[in-house]
């Protein structure tokens, strides 16, 4: 069955960077993309942008661009992303998520269980 | 970027009565030669991730139950709840995927009356 695993809580100081890691199994790991999305506590969804592990191309929303790098490591099946300059404002849980279908542009029915970046002096 | 907005914020049904969840979005995410319109919804419980519940705006996900629906095209959607339960409360959010950033709405909560 379709897992993802994502690395555990982070606390990291303002002007810090930090690496969340997504675990993926029970499919074809370059088959998919992989989207990240973030949810800041008590607040909505906010989608971050995705790679193709087939390649490595990204797709960042703006306004992350310059502060945002996906990666992947196919032997392990697992995708990173990283989070640069971190503010306060960067607190939020970070989601991985496999979309349905193998097209670039495809809703997700599997997310990981999130990871909980909170950034504070 | 497409701007996603929800209606209502909130709402709250009693048991078994329908609830109703409006999505609109900045420009239309119909897709014309496939004629498919690249909006989902999810639901998510706190403390979970979100689940996807309906795609291609109304196409149910595997195992989600029947009473939920969606239907829309273009600009303008519905996720309808025909007779909510009590495991229906949640916060429900519309996404378009038809161009990134895949924008979401800002959320609905659903309760119980």
């Known amino acids: 069955q379709v897992q993802l695993v994502q690395s555990g809580a982070e606390v990291k100081k303002p002007g810090a960077s930090v690496k969340v890691s997504c675990k993926a199994s029970?499919?074809?790991?370059?088959?998919?993309?992989m989207q990240w999305v973030r949810q800041a506590p008590g607040q909505g969804l906010e989608w971050m942008g995705m790679?193709?592990?087939?390649?490595?191309?990204?797709s960042y929303t703006q306004k992350f661009q310059g502060r945002v790098t996906m990666t992947m490591d196919t032997s392990t099946s697992t995708v990173y992303m990283e989070l640069n300059s971190l503010r306060s404002e960067d607190t939020a849980v970070y989601y991985c998520?496999?979309?349905?279908?193998?097209?670039?542009?495809?809703?997700?029915?599997?997310w990981g269980q999130g990871t909980l970046v909170t950034v504070s002096s | 970027d497409i701007v996603m907005t929800q209606s209502p914020d909130s709402l709250t049904v009693s048991l078994g009565e329908r609830a109703t969840i409006n999505c609109k979005s900045s420009?239309?995410?119909?897709?014309?030669?496939?004629?498919?319109?690249?909006l989902a919804w999810f639901q998510q419980k706190p403390g979970q991730p979100p689940k996807l519940l309906i795609y291609?705006?109304?196409t149910r996900e595997s195992g989600v139950p029947d009473r939920f629906s969606g239907s829309g095209s273009g600009t303008d959607f519905t996720l309808t709840l025909s007779s909510l339960q009590a495991e229906d409360v949640a916060v429900y959010y519309c996404?378009?995927?038809?161009?990134?950033?895949?924008?979401f709405g800002p959320g609905t909560k659903v309760d119980i009356k």
């Open positions: 998520a496999k979309p349905h279908s193998p097209d670039r542009y495809s809703s997700c029915d599997f």
């Open positions: 029970g499919y074809s790991f370059t088959t998919y993309y």
């Open positions: 790679i193709n592990p087939s390649g490595g191309s990204t």
């Open positions: 420009q239309s995410v119909l897709y014309s030669s496939g004629n498919k319109n690249y």
């Open positions: 291609w705006a109304s």
């Open positions: 996404q378009q995927y038809y161009s990134p950033p895949f924008t």
